[in-house]
């Protein structure tokens, strides 16, 4: 009994030796594994250490293939953004000189029109200084008047002694420029008519007289307008008309004038033309015979 005691006691001490080996050897082989893999992180750390130096180098020198790789882009781009300046800037120069083209031929062409105007204007002018003037002559030759002055005749008597010295006067003041407006010859005539029947006596009228006669359509009389001045205001054709109104002055040739009203009289208005500031005198009895046609006018 005791033998088998000791068998048993001899197996158990074999079977813990061999225990505490195996455990021994574990250890020791996870020990060296992780001395491997510090060893391998040592060497990643330096491989990769080194690899980040030489790039730093390449950088440095321009020859890293990554750096070469985004300049070359940076310059396609900068080239680009210089192509389209350059084009924008080549547009932009040729709407400009078409603009200054176009406005140039505008600046000349209102000019010619302008040049135009003024010498049509002047023309018209001129002649309408030319007519009036030469309806004033026809005038005077009508009356008997002459264009010429003529010198006023006195007699200058002897100064005595005691006398005191002629002072000369100087009250007179010229003329204001002012114009009438002259008739034509068919209403000259036609006023001078009527003045010489006023003046003959009046005969009796025989039946074959050319007053018994039915007048023609020709010979009926003009229309005639309602005119007046109440209060120093113009009331003609239905319509008041007061200072410093703008109208539209119509002759029997067919002219039109622009005016204005200055002032209004007993039995006349002046009107003054905006073309020249020349001022007219225009009885009643011409805007009651159509002589004269006053319109209104919008002020400008």
């Known amino acids: ?60 020198e321009g020859t ?4 070469q790789k985004r300049m070359k ?14 084009l924008f ?16 031929k505008a600046a000349v062409k209102e000019f010619e029109d302008k040049k135009v105007e003024l010498k049509d204007n002047l023309i018209a002018e001129l002649e309408e200084k030319k007519k009036m003037i030469e309806n004033e002559k026809l005038t005077m030759e009508l009356t008997g008047d002459s264009m010429e002055v003529k010198p006023i005749m006195t ?11 002629p002072i000369p006067d100087k009250r007179r003041k010229p003329a204001p420029d002012i114009l009438n407006y002259l008739l034509t010859d068919e209403q000259i005539m036609e006023d001078l008519r009527t003045l010489n029947k006023l003046k003959s006596p009046k005969r009796p009228a025989s039946p074959s007289s050319p007053e018994h006669l039915p007048a023609t359509p020709a010979e ?8 007046r ?13 007061h200072k410093s109104q703008a109208i539209y002055l119509e002759s029997k040739d067919n002219q039109k004038l622009s005016c204005v009203i200055s002032s209004v009289g007993a039995n006349e208005i002046w009107v003054r033309k905006t073309s020249d500031s020349t001022k007219m005198r225009i009885y009643l009895g011409q805007l009651q015979r159509g002589l004269f046609v006053i319109r209104r006018r919008s002020a400008a």
């Not at 000791?6 to 021994?24: I, P």
């Not at 882009?73 to 953004?81: S, T, V």
């Not at 007699?155 to 005595?160: E, N, Q, S, T």
């Not at 001045?229 to 008309?241: A, F, M, T």
Request: net charge negative.
């Open 229 to 241: 001045i109440e209060d120093g205001k113009l009331y003609y054709d239905k319509r008041w008309y």
């Open 89 to 104: 800037l080549q547009l932009e120069t040729e709407q400009v000189e078409r603009n200054y083209i176009k406005e140039k």
């Open 1 to 60: 009994m005791e033998t088998n005691i000791w068998v048993e006691y001899s197996g158990a001490k074999e079977g813990c030796g061999a225990e505490d080996t195996e455990d021994a050897s574990e250890t020791d082989l996870a020990k060296h594994d992780e001395e491997d893999y510090v060893e391998m992180k040592e060497q990643m750390y330096q491989d990769k250490l080194a690899s980040l130096k030489r790039q730093l180098q390449q950088l440095q």
């Open 64 to 67: 890293l293939q990554e750096y």
């Open 73 to 86: 882009k940076l310059d396609q781009q900068y080239k680009e953004r210089i192509r389209n300046a350059e």
């Open 220 to 227: 009926s009389p003009a229309q005639r307008f309602e005119a």
């Open 155 to 165: 007699r200058k008597l002897r100064r005595r002694p005691n006398d005191p010295v």
